[in-house]
Antibody, heavy 121, light 108 residues
Framework: QIALRESGPTLVRPTETLTLTCTFS??????????VSWIRQSPGRALEWLAL???????RYNEVLQTRLAISKDTAKNEVVLTVTNVDPADTATYYC?????????????WGLGIRVTVSS | SYVLTQPPSVSLAPGKTARITCAGN??????VHWYQQKPGQAPTLIMS???VRPSGIPERFSGSNSGNMATLTISRVEAGDQADYFC???????????FGGGTTLTVL
């Protein structure tokens, strides 16, 4: 059974770096063909895909935010980490991690519960 | 960048058929996924590859995709179907995952 869980700070100050961790079970990122993405949802409800790390192959990033994002994996710990640099109140959102295959056309079939992050001084 | 447009809201009485649309340029040439999100919960996948229902999704839910419009159809709508619904595609030109703005389904 695939499960994912997000963790990290719920309040960060503007200009700081946000670091979020996705801990997962039921699959391994040592295997080809699987991937984990980060997706966020602003209080206005729109979903926004941020980044994807595959078991093997290239990472992919949101083209608008890519200069501020970094995604990495720790296969031994079954963790995926997302960092967002120089945060702004516009980065206030619920952040989700989600499982998919590495086929770009594939769906996000399992999601974590999400973590709500507020950017405020 | 590729844009998906959904109506902000759809309202109808129980037992009716809801059609939630997702408009995009030549969207019929790609595959569309749909997610349901109830208040305070994470999105869940309810339709993949235009019309494939994941395990556990009732047959009342169906999907289609052609031309510039994809449609999620919910037959015999129930109070429990009240939720936000989002469409999702992969834009091959930009290699970006794109979501529609979401549609709130209200069962009157």
């Amino acid at each position: 059974q695939i499960a994912l869980r997000e963790s990290g700070p719920t309040l960060v100050r503007p200009t700081e770096t946000l670091t979020l961790t996705c801990t997962f079970s039921g699959f391994s990122l040592r295997k080809n063909g699987v991937a984990v993405s980060w997706i966020r949802q602003s209080p206005g409800r729109a979903l926004e895909w941020l980044a994807l790390v595959p078991g093997s192959g290239a990472k992919r990033y949101n083209e608008v935010l890519q200069t501020r994002l970094a995604i990495s994996k720790d296969t031994a710990k079954n963790e995926v980490v997302l960092t967002v640099t120089n945060v702004d109140p516009a980065d206030t959102a619920t952040y989700y991690c989600a499982h998919s295959t590495t086929r770009p056309t594939d769906a996000f079939d399992f999601w974590g519960l999400g973590i709500r992050v507020t950017v405020s001084s | 960048s590729y844009v998906l447009t959904q109506p902000p809201s759809v309202s109808l009485a129980p037992g009716k058929t809801a059609r939630i649309t997702c408009a995009g340029n030549k969207i019929g040439s790609t595959t569309v996924h749909w997610y349901q999100q109830k208040p305070g919960q994470a999105p869940t996948l309810i339709m993949s590859y235009d019309s494939v229902r994941p395990s556990g999704i009732p047959e009342r839910f169906s999907g289609s995709n052609s031309g510039n419009m994809a449609t999620l159809t919910i037959s015999r709508v129930e109070a429990g179907d009240q939720a936000d619904y989002f469409c999702h595609v992969w834009d091959f030109k930009s290699d970006q995952e794109v979501f529609g703005g979401g549609t709130t389904l209200t069962v009157l």
